[in-house]
């Protein structure tokens, strides 16, 4: 990207259908989801992001019986926060624990 080089790097998660979340040493973040997730969108908007690990991608019916696909994502905050969206129900329970 416009100035940037792969050794201003500073983390890069990748997931399926091109999803990544990418920070640089300046600060600077980019990320690209396959899905419209504004939950993904707003967390990585506000919070000081310490690590991004990307699931599967899911088509679900909604309530409608219309097919949609959905995000399955883990977002970790420097401060020690997390937020996760269609995990596993194990996982789920044991991050609420």
Request: hydrophobic share 35%; proline share 3%.
């Amino acid at each position: 990207g416009a100035g940037h080089d792969v050794a201003d790097l500073e983390y890069l998660s990748t997931g399926p259908r091109g999803c990544y979340y990418a920070q640089f040493r300046s600060g600077e973040c980019w990320w690209g989801s396959a899905v419209d997730d504004s939950d993904f969108h707003n967390i990585l908007t506000r919070w000081d992001v310490y690590r991004v690990v990307f699931g599967p991608i899911v088509v679900m019916e909604d309530e409608y019986g219309q097919q949609r696909m959905t995000s399955s994502w883990i977002v970790l905050g420097c401060d020690g926060r997390a937020a996760w969206k269609n995990l596993p129900s194990r996982l789920h329970h044991r991050l609420e624990t």
